[in-house]
Each structure stands twice: as structure tokens, then as C-alpha cells.
């Protein structure tokens, strides 16, 4: 499996894999990103803010290998130092008469990496914390909780990679 960089302004139609258990195994589906909204044609929940919440089902992996996040007019790119790739944590909802299965990417405070660009980021997880989250082998606040500080790689994409975005 690859992971590609993960766009936060691509179409909410668009479907993206994402990793979940099926019972006893764990397999990857193309789900599209937005839980369904309160009301009707609201939009809908791209993201959940995970501080003081417990997520005891439908939890999922988003795997991704950089993040993009658009500041003061300008577009970042969030990478781990390591160069490895990671997960964020979501949650996935069973379709409804009115609205198709999908997920959703829950979120914590900023590290200190990106606390320059914006004071809330999507719970990102190394990859040996994967089966930690799909497994509920670990306290939600032990796992969504900001990485250490140097954590990430802060750039700005240049305008060819910005058309590459997944």
C-alpha cells in the first residue's frame, strides 16, 4: 500500500481509502469523506473534534503521507521528519437512507509544528499505533494527542506538486 498526500479541499465526493475492521479482519474501502449533517443540506462533518469524546466503534485509518493547510494565503505542506508515511485517526458511519457510508477525521489541539498555522490539526497516528486504534487497545487520550514538537516538516508546495494533491 501507498500513501498519498492528503488534500483537505478536494471534493467531498471524492472517495479516499480508508482502513477499518470487518469483524475479525481488517480491510481497506474507498468510502467518500463527510458524515451526514444535523440538518438537512448542511454540510456535512469532514472533521470531529476528539478532546473529552470516546469513539468505543466504527473507528477507521486514513493513511497519508503529508498534509496540506492553507494559512495567511498560503499553502503548507506537513510532512513527518522521519519521511515515513502515517494514519489519521476517523471515524466511519453504516449508510443511512439518506446518506451513503462514509467517514469522518477527527481532530486535537496543534502541535507545536503547526500551532504557527492553525491551532486545531487532524489526530495524526505513527504507524505503530495503527492496530492501537482499530483495536481499542489503548486509551483514545494516550492516542489523540498532539506528536512532539519537531514532529513534522513544514514546507510550501511548489505549484506542480500542489496539481498532484490526492
Request: glycine share 6%; net charge neutral; hydrophobic share 40%.
Amino acid at each position: 500500500m501507498s500513501a498519498k498526500v492528503f488534500d483537505p479541499d478536494a471534493s467531498l465526493d471524492e472517495r479516499r481509502i480508508i482502513i477499518r475492521r470487518d469483524g475479525g479482519d481488517v480491510e481497506m474501502v474507498k468510502l467518500p469523506w463527510g458524515l451526514q449533517p444535523r440538518e438537512r443540506g448542511g454540510r456535512p462533518f469532514t472533521v470531529v473534534r476528539a478532546e473529552g469524546r470516546k469513539f468505543p466503534s466504527f473507528r477507521c485509518l486514513v493513511p497519508a503521507s503529508e498534509f496540506r493547510h492553507r494559512s495567511r494565503g498560503k499553502n503548507y505542506t506537513f510532512s513527518l521528519v522521519s519521511g515515513d508515511w502515517f494514519y489519521f485517526a476517523g471515524i466511519w458511519r453504516p449508510a443511512t437512507l439518506e446518506w451513503p457510508e462514509a467517514y469522518a477525521i477527527l481532530t486535537t489541539a496543534a502541535n507545536d509544528d503547526v500551532e504557527p498555522y492553525h491551532d486545531r490539526q487532524m489526530a495524526v497516528l505513527r504507524r505503530d499505533q495503527r492496530m492501537d486504534w482499530l483495536d481499542l487497545t489503548c486509551p483514545e487520550e494516550e492516542l489523540l494527542r498532539p506528536l512532539p514538537a519537531g514532529s513534522f516538516r513544514v514546507s510550501q508546495p511548489r505549484e506542480a506538486q500542489a496539481a498532484l494533491a490526492f
